[in-house]
């Protein structure tokens, strides 16, 4: 079958989807965009966590039909979808993800040799910045799902308490951090957004 | 020629930024964090094709017959093979003791052993064709226990033995025995007024890595492959890899693509084989990913075992002996435990003075899940019960358990029972008074912020099961001790290249190891090395490959201090020649050259007055240094057979905990408040992923303590929770805050003084959580993890 949808703001049409596939692995294997991880494929882990339609959810247990003519957003698309609500909704979010950038903007960025160089050029969204600062990567496997569901517990509820970040993230396994360095990290972007004000 | 006529002066103390003992961030984050990162599962290729590994669905049979033809005619699929595909003679695989099929021949050993493989276009095409290949198995009785294993009619999982364990072991079915002896513990126990005696079981933990085990392997055009695999030594695969394929090493080339978590578990080969037949077979490449359920099967576990401990102590507090008896589950295929026995044994008396032992530890050979490394390897399990012991003596004497500790702590020049004196700071009983210094969570915290109660502070969370009535709070201690590197004799090495040019007018180093980057940070660390010994500010990490020489494994906490060690060892080595060079052509301007000590900083050559005679692009212009060096750290050796004598460790690093914990005495919930860690890394060459490192493991260990355990039917000796759904692993909700005090007492044998971090906070961490549960409940508590049904006694 035939599948259309936007992903990071960018129409995409997936031709030949075997009616069994995932959104996981048409966003993987179709579309070149590896960032969502497949760690359970079960629901369990989060390791896959995107926004379908601004709410976080596991893409591996997504039926690819089930996203016709809906709105993805990938880690991939983490950075521009948050300087985009930054700028076009500032305080708030931008459920649908229409107002989204082209995938090759949101892919932009080259690699950088270390965090303080992409803090001075901005590339990264605050939550994308604060993981790498407070030390929350270790294998990074669990990363991009972590930080989509992060950006939108900081769109949600911008100061969080202890208790809403580990229940806003509990369904996002890490096996490397013991999490407390992730506890950080939201905090110090929830602390840089506080400045910022 | 751009020498300075007149020497500018740096400040000394201005050490290039981003060296050691700096926190700087991971060269590899940006890309984890935008998605771009490519672990092995990410791998693709034009054309490629998706493999599929048939496991067996019993766990110990006779294969009568397996029939393909099914299979083979699917649409979408390239190719089946089975155990009489394999092109060479040699069809086994293993660390030490090559019994490891490659898929199996005969008979299988255990419950998802490999039998068989499918290429085809699609994963799920590769899955489906793989459900019709036809098995037909005679079931064999299964081996699940000492008593079934070293019955005198007991089935031999491996008949034919004839590795060099064999004449040791007391029984075919015992993989490998070690003893140690020293002293007379029966005479010392009659010194003892109390004699204290406990049995513990460990349950068997996963590494659970996010990672699924993958990887993409291509055909080359001479005839050999192009692999791309998470792995944690490519070495070790690569030997193991090659004369499976018939092929010599250096048409195996094997580059370390995005490992997502290790942690042991890759240290056995899993799908390298696999994927490499089937594209050999295929002529396309062929990627292969396990899925979650697949990866339960696809790696070696953390040996289950039973530990029988006896210690006895004088009424003045003083341990006069300790007899042990360690039963580690092996399971079908050996992996690595006998280094697992080495460990377990030579380190069963923990970081105490104990001068009079009787120990022994082995491993099974029996049709439960292979285990192999894990995490602190042999370690744990005997932390975990040595750990109990001393609570259970304290309280048997009315003494303080930590004060009790203390007064027994081994110190440097202590002897342990292997006859190896300590010969580095061992600051064991510092490390607990400072664990019990930190000021403690406050009590019934759901409660002390004044208002109504939380209800996800609690035991039971979210489920709101409570509201603090049936909840006590407990406290408990523990502190271990784990050897750093590989121990026993091993040549434990490791190989860096070193490159040093000036690019754009810049001198950059650009440094080369096949070391696993497994998310442990070693690419950060070799920056900062590079960085303090060289003086440059631009450091590439080249990709892990093969066409360096060994880096050794990353297990064991060695990778910084033998990696670190060889880049370290190669840095100085590009420092001399780039100093020649400089002598060279510097030499008679300035009589520093030839008299002073001369360091690089900042981009040049500095006098140890802080004098700068040159820039290093003056001194290198388009000449460019490179050196590949290997490093071993000092010798060890084997452990005497018999008496377990020997020098056998090289480094040893120690971690104490204090678990907090509260628990609903009603359901048997625990919620484990806090988890303090005090440990002693010699040198912290990057704080942050120091305390990283701490953190993440001291979770490894609260998860044994009270939920992490994969369960195997003693019956069947079938794997009942092989998912993420069923093997339950700490969540962010699970986990509690983690302070931790880093002590840096250097090693002076060691590349800065550091001690490996890694393992040790997974050791003291588990019997500090039960420790803690027992002071809470008053119960015994001899098993690993904490069922709430042993809570509530139902
Ligand atoms: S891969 Fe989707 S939740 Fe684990
Ligand atoms: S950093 Fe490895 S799983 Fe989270």
Redesign the pocket.
Known sequence: MRVNFTVNGRRHEADDVWEGESL?YVLRERMGLPGS????????????TVRLDGVPV????VAAGQVEGREVITVEGLADFAAHRSEAHPGTGCASGACGTALDEARRWEAEPSGEDARETGELSPIQQAFIDAGAVQCGFCTPGLLVAADELLERTPEPSDADIREALSGNLCRCTGYEKILDAVRLAAARAEEAV | MGVTGSPTSINQGTRTKGGIGESTLRPDGILKVTGEFAYSSDMWHEDMLWGHTLRSTVAHAEIVSIDTSEALATSGVYAVLTYDDLPTAVKNYGLEIQDTPVLAHGKVRHHGEPVALVAADHPETARRAAAKIRIDYRELPVITDEASATADDAVLVHEGRTDHHIGHVAHPNIVHRQPIIRGDAEAAKARADVVVSGEYVFGMQDQAFLGPESGLAVPAEDGGVDLYVATQWLHSDLRQIAPVLGLPEDKVRMTLSGVGGAFGGREDLSMQIHACLLALRTGKPVKIVYNRFESFFGHVHRHPAKLWYEHGATRDGKLTHMKCRIVLDGGAYASASPAVVGNASSLAVGPYVVEDVDIEALALYTNNPPCGAMRGFGAVQACFAYEAQMDKVAAELGMDPVEFRQLNAMEQGTLLPTGQRVDSPAPVAELLRRVKAMPLPPERQWESAGEQADVRALPGGLSNTTHGEGVVRGVGYAVGLKNVGFSEGFDDYSTARVRMEVIGGEPVVTVHTAMAEVGQGGVTVHAQIARTELGVAQVTIHPADTRVGSAGSTSASRQTYVTGGAVKNSCEAVREQVLDIGRRKFGTYHPAWATAELLLEGGKVVTDGGEALADLADVLEDEAVDIELEWRHRPTEAFDLRTGQGNGHVQYSFAAHRAVVEVDTELGLVKVIELACAQDVGKALNPLSVVGQIQGGTIQGMGIAVMEEIIVDPRTAKVRNPS?TDYLLPTILDTPTIPVDVLELADDHAPYGLRGVGEAPTLSSTPAVLAAIRNATGLELNRTPVRPEYLTGT
């Not at chain 1, 991880?37 to 896959?48: H, I, P, R």
């Open positions: 996981l991880k497949n760690a359970c494929e079960q629901g369990e882990c989060g390791s896959c596991c893409s591996c247990l | 993420f």
